[in-house]
């Protein structure tokens, strides 16, 4: 996602940028042997999800945000 300077995120870009750092900021409040574990997963989970799923596919994109801020 990394947009550079000058460049706007869409909505559903810090839509999904705001869970991804949810997700991280949920895993500070772990012991820090299950913190990196979390993180770990959070991270790859995403990066796949950003492989596979289409940019323009956003009736799926809209099902993983929904899909994620209901875990």
């Given at each position: 996602?990394?947009?550079s300077k000058g460049q706007k995120l869409s909505g559903m870009q810090?839509?999904?940028l705001s869970l991804y750092r949810g997700f991280?900021?949920?895993a500070r409040s772990k012991p820090t042997e299950d913190r990196r574990q979390i993180e770990s997963i959070v991270s790859a989970e995403f990066r796949r999800n950003s492989k596979q799923v289409d940019r323009k596919?956003?009736?799926h994109?809209?099902?993983l945000l929904r899909r994620g801020k209901t875990l």
């Open positions: 996602m990394g947009a810090r839509q999904v991280l900021r949920a596919n956003f009736l994109i809209e099902y």
